[in-house]
């Protein structure tokens, strides 16, 4: 079992819970992880759970950061499981915590748990909250694929939680975007962000940029995603220039079964199917 990391520290009270997924044969060496946001200051504040999988490495590392029975606030960014995996046992170790959903989003979360409704404080795109003493809007990202989705701004830190947007399969960890080869952050954002969002290519350009201006206008000085690298400052402009590009993208055809067979002949030394 490869060694839990350490949360990484992206500011004295902000810590981002490094969560990698298992690379699989078909990654082709990249690794994307399903991280999740810890503020400690004030009443903690904890963005997404990631997946089950990654079960004891985000309790070490929550652990790390604060005691669980102090967690008071969970902002989910939308129901997907790599987002909602260790939800059910958060509610039970951490019972002073309220999770920030909507209403829409609740619903969907009760398919797969027990949510009730005296722990839920609801917060839809566009409204502004003070939990705990903390600033914070709620803004669905450009991309994204789920209807529930919204990301997270913290006002005094300027820090914008993006849910699955701003994405990137690593081809090794880094400690922000900065650090990748510009080719290969700026191919591997438009290649993400092509399956994670298809529907792009549909939408009218207008109202596109008018999406990323949204969160343009915030002048963010932190980009977090759950499924890449962090973008300070310096690169932030070019991250928003990247996403207004995505509707001049190609859709790229799927891999289909013949691909699957070879790599089933390489890893296993299965006869690939004629
Ligand atoms: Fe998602
Ligand atoms: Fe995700």
Known sequence: MPPIPLPQALGPDLHLLRLPTEPSPDDDGLVLPADALVWRDGEPLLVDTGGARSAASFWAQLEAVLDPVDLRWVFLSHDDADHTGNLATLLERCPAATVVTTQLLGRRLRASLELPLERCRWLNDGERADL????????????????????????????????????????????????LDLDVWEHGT??????????????????????????????????????????????VARALDLLDELPDQRAEPAPDQAVLE?????VHGLPAAG
């Open 190 to 235: 438009l290649a993400y962000h092509r399956l994670l969002a298809p529907w792009v290519l549909d939408v009218d350009r207008r109202r596109w940029h008018r999406a990323v201006d949204r969160l343009r206008s915030l002048a963010p000085r932190l980009i977090l995603g759950a499924h890449g690298a962090p973008i300070r400052r310096p690169d």
């Open 262 to 266: 070879r790599l089933l002949a390489e």
């Open 132 to 179: 705990g003493g903390r600033t914070v809007v709620a803004l669905q990202p450009p991309a994204y694929d789920g209807p529930a989705t919204r990301g997270l701004f913290d006002e005094a830190t300027g820090t914008y939680w993006a849910a699955d947007c701003f994405g990137v399969a690593l081809p090794h960890p880094v400690a922000d975007a900065s650090q």
